[in-house]
């Protein structure tokens, strides 16, 4: 079975520094999906980055973007320019496209605090 | 365009209860999914609807727990004869097929607290 696993708990930054998220995964397929959610005390979860594992280069959106290493099961995210928005709970998650189910598997989170 | 839609927004039951939980997907969407998210157990996936397909019920925790999705479009998750256990957010997402991009959105969720 595929397992998503977020090894910080909790990172903080500061306000227009830079922060990396990690997030390793295991599986035996070679076709899938890895996304980087966040969630705010608001609790709606919000899309914010995408990998396709057939492709080499990185995914950046703005001021988001990720480290893929398919070999290495290892898909990190960098967050530049932080900003006191960007402070959220941030989800891994892993995607086995073509399946039965396109269901997401969610690490555990890292909590991120942005200090002004 | 609207997107993903929940509710209630927050439910309060007395154990032993049924309650209804109901989502309504991103207009066009054929794919709908309900999630778990609890402090034990992290998000969890729960069962997945894809257009007139039969629905993968195999995230489901137990027989008290159902969904239906009519029309294709909304879909209501019922949780007969609640437990304190099944305190926590129940989350719908909804996505296109068809396409390449596989990308789910969800919806505020509703926080189920049973007492």
């Known amino acids: 079975a595929q397992t998503v696993t977020q090894s910080q708990p909790e990172m903080s930054v500061q306000e227009a520094e830079t922060v990396t998220l990690s997030c390793t995964y295991d599986?035996?397929?070679?076709?899938?999906?890895l996304f980087w959610y966040k969630q705010p005390p608001s609790r709606q979860m919000i899309l914010v980055i995408r990998?396709?594992?057939?492709?080499?280069q990185n995914a950046t959106e703005n001021r988001f973007s990720v480290n893929f290493q398919k070999a290495a099961k290892s898909f990190s995210l960098k967050i530049s320019d932080s900003q006191l928005g960007d402070a959220a709970m941030y989800f891994c998650?892993?995607?086995?496209?073509?399946?039965?189910?396109?269901?997401?598997?969610f690490g555990t989170g890292t909590l991120l605090a942005v200090q002004p | 365009g609207a997107g993903v839609s929940q509710s209630p927004s927050n439910k309060v039951t007395e154990k032993g209860k049924d309650v209804e939980l109901r989502c309504d997907p991103i207009?066009?969407?054929?794919?709908l999914y309900w999630y778990r998210q609890s402090l034990g157990q992290g998000l969890e996936f729960l069962i997945y609807?894809?257009?007139?397909?039969?629905?993968?019920k195999s995230g489901l925790p137990s027989d008290r727990f159902s969904a239906e999705r009519t029309g294709g479009s909304v879909s209501t998750l019922t949780i007969q004869r609640t437990q304190q256990e099944d305190s926590a957010v129940y989350l719908c997402?909804?996505?296109?097929?068809?396409?390449?991009?596989?990308?789910?959105?969800f919806g505020p969720g509703t926080r189920l607290t049973v007492t």
């Open positions: 599986t035996s397929e070679s076709d899938y999906y």
């Open positions: 207009s066009g969407h054929t794919a």
């Open positions: 998650a892993y995607l086995n496209y073509g399946g039965a189910t396109n269901k997401l598997i």
């Open positions: 997402a909804s996505s296109l097929t068809g396409t390449t991009s596989y990308e789910q959105y």
């Open positions: 990998q396709e594992a057939y492709k080499q």
């Open positions: 609807f894809q257009g007139n397909s039969a629905p993968d």
